[in-house]
């Protein structure tokens, strides 16, 4: 029943706009009316009504963007574009002035901005909240919501002079937070903030409440499928990881198997570098200790002078240390990998390996390793069988050479082991070089010189025997190509072609003798015939060191006046025999006048008495003479 005296159309009217939401509060002011038309138990009920419509309202508002962000959850994983939809329908909702989100850092333990709407300061949108500081910090502690109606009155914990100033600017006044929890943890905190005073109401701290569960459930889902992206990263790298192991222990073991045939089937060096150069894509080269290249292969060669280069020296010794290859440290060499050949403390050589798009992984490092040690193995095969052939032919050499006759008596059989005959030995040259040198000499000597040819070591001499008719050119090739290579003095002794291998042994003794001779007058560089010293040699190749006391008995007044007093008498001594014992050609050959020469022989008169003009005299000055040449030259022929 209608109250008496209402007016139907006004009532209708409030009702209508109830029903319709009363956008511009007509239903309020007409109850108003009501109540002041003395219907106030009308306009009560009335008023009862309209708010409670308006809460259903608002509320069904909230839900539906509840609904919308739970909406989002579901269908969008972008963790930026989904916080930022969140904070503006919180922006929205609460109808602050400004809205926030702030992430909790669990490293530094400090609360940054993340998202804002209605911020209009740098300083307020990329605040930073220190541990234990401020409302946002208190939030963060307790997990639960708190608010100020005004924050420069806050005292729920110290403020931060940063933070007050960066509030101050942007002009809050009320704040509220609520916290973003996965069970226990802060995720961080979501703020709405008025700059004026305002105080906070149930209905606005639950509705912030469920919009901050929502951004905590954003933020672990987020969390959840970046760990999921990552775990499947991690997978995929794994499983790459895998397949390049297996790939390179199926690359190692073809290459381990080719090795293998390489060494038994004495494949060679070459096998080994062109094995390594395909597995491996790169160009190989694998030098001996001399750094001469002994077996390359691969599109790209790799120089051997690139074991020059400090980086190459410095990686070939770390390799030499450990075992191990090693990568040169100078990306603009192009050799990228180097591993030593060794077996114990003795160095054979290296492998070069240049640059190729394969990267070397720990397999293909071990595979370059397994590469080296082979070489190790076929330079140790190779070094004992060429032990076995230099023992052989150094019996052999020392049989043809030596006194005993009853030590030839198989030759003939011996030498044809060798692709020799009797009539191929016709020649000898004996080498000098200081005793550590000698075993490179002799191989580098027997590689040198063409078959037939014989190369051993005999009586501390390195002797080459052959079928040259003319030893003395031999003797200087030889003497040039072995110095050289050697880089230090060779001394090489021709005696006369032999008639047969019956005159071998007297022609290496005419060597030795020599040998000795020079050696005791310090010659050690030159290329010289016996034929020269042979006379010296008999004379005192039994003694060598005999030489120097004939020379001293000799020629002693002459050296020491020479010695005291800065003259030369032993060069006119000397030109003087060498000119058949004539003043006249004897000033002439050393362009001084004959009075000079004259007065220079009477102080050698004075010096060595009146008889050392006689023939036995004479011919033992002349001696002594060119024996001291020799010693003072140090070379001779």
């Not at 025997?465 to 030889?478: E, F, K, M, Q, S």
């Not at 362009?591 to 009477?602: D, G, P, V």
């Amino acid at each position: 029943m209608v109250q008496a005296g209402v007016d139907v159309a006004a009532l209708t009217r409030i009702l209508a706009g109830i029903a319709g939401g009363d956008p511009d509060n007509d239903a309020g002011a007409a109850i108003t009316a009501l109540r002041a038309d003395g219907s106030a138990d009308l306009a009560d009920v009335l008023n009862r009504v309209h708010s409670e419509m308006s809460r259903l309202r608002r509320r069904e508002h909230e839900l539906t963007v509840l609904f919308s962000s739970a909406r989002d959850l579901a269908e969008t994983r972008d963790l930026d574009v989904l916080l930022s939809r969140l904070v503006v329908r919180a922006h929205e909702l609460v109808g602050t002035d400004i809205t926030y989100l702030s992430a909790f850092d669990t490293s530094t333990r400090e609360l940054r901005v993340r998202k804002s709407v209605g911020a209009v300061t740098p300083e307020f949108q990329n605040l930073r909240v220190p541990p234990d500081k401020g409302l946002a910090s208190r939030v963060a502690a307790s997990r639960t919501a708190q608010w100020t109606s005004r924050y420069s009155d806050y005292a729920g914990g110290p403020h931060d002079s940063g933070i007050d100033e960066a509030v101050a600017a942007e002009g809050v006044v009320s704040i509220l937070g609520v916290p973003m929890l996965a069970e226990d943890t802060v995720l961080g905190v979501l703020f709405a903030a008025t700059r004026h005073e305002r105080a906070f109401g149930a209905e606005e701290i639950a509705l912030l409440s469920a919009l901050a569960d929502h951004a905590s459930v954003v933020m672990q889902t987020a969390g959840i499928l970046k760990q999921l992206k990552d775990s499947e990263e991690n997978t995929q790298r794994a499983l790459a990881r895998l397949q390049d192991h297996v790939a390179a222990r199926d690359r190692s073991n073809v290459v381990h198997q080719k090795l293998v045939a390489a060494v038994l089937t004495a494949g060679g060096f070459g096998s080994v570098a062109a094995t390594v150069a395909e597995a491996l894509g790169r160009a190989v080269a694998i030098v001996d200790a001399d750094a001469t290249l002994v077996a390359a292969a691969g599109a790209a060669a790799v120089e051997p002078r690139q074991c020059e280069a400090p980086a190459v020296r410095a990686a070939i010794a770390t390799s030499r240390e450990t075992g191990l290859c090693c990568a040169v440290d100078d990306p603009r060499s192009p050799v990228e990998v180097v591993a030593a050949i060794t077996a114990g403390a003795q160095y054979y050589g290296a492998l070069l390996l240049g640059h190729g798009d394969l990267a070397l992984g720990p397999v293909d490092q071990r595979t370059v390793e397994r590469a080296a040690q082979v070489c190790a193995l076929m330079t140790l095969q190779q070094n004992a069988v060429d032990d076995a052939d230099r023992r052989t032919r150094a019996e052999l050499v020392a049989d043809l050479v030596g006194p005993a006759p009853q030590r030839r008596g198989d030759l003939a059989r011996r030498l044809r082991q060798h692709g020799l005959a009797e009539a191929d030995l016709c020649s000898v040259v004996a080498v000098v070089v200081e005793q550590e040198r000698r075993a490179a000499a002799t191989r580098f000597l027997a590689a040198l010189l063409p078959a037939p040819a014989l190369v051993a070591e005999a009586a501390g001499l390195v002797v080459v025997l052959g079928g040259d008719r003319d030893p003395h050119a031999t003797a200087v090739t030889l003497r040039h190509r072995l110095a050289d290579h050697l880089g230090a003095p060779v001394l090489a002794i021709c005696p006369p072609v032999c008639a047969g291998i019956d005159e071998l042994p007297q022609a290496f003794g005419a060597a030795l003798r020599t040998a000795r001779l020079l050696d005791a007058l310090g010659v050690t560089d030159t290329v010289v015939d016996t034929a020269e010293y042979e006379l010296f040699g008999m004379l005192f190749g039994h003694d060598p060191d005999s030489v120097h006391r004939f020379i001293a008995v000799t020629l002693g007044p002459v050296l020491d006046y020479d010695a005291t007093n800065g003259t030369d008498l032993t060069a006119t001594l000397a030109a003087f025999v060498r000119n058949g014992a004539s003043p006249t050609r004897t000033a002439r050959a050393m362009n001084y006048h004959s009075n000079t020469i004259l007065a220079r022989l009477e102080r050698i008169t004075a010096l060595l008495g009146d008889r050392w003009r006689d023939d036995e005299h004479l011919y033992r000055i002349s001696t002594a003479v060119r024996l001291d040449e020799l010693r003072r030259s140090g070379a001779g022929g």
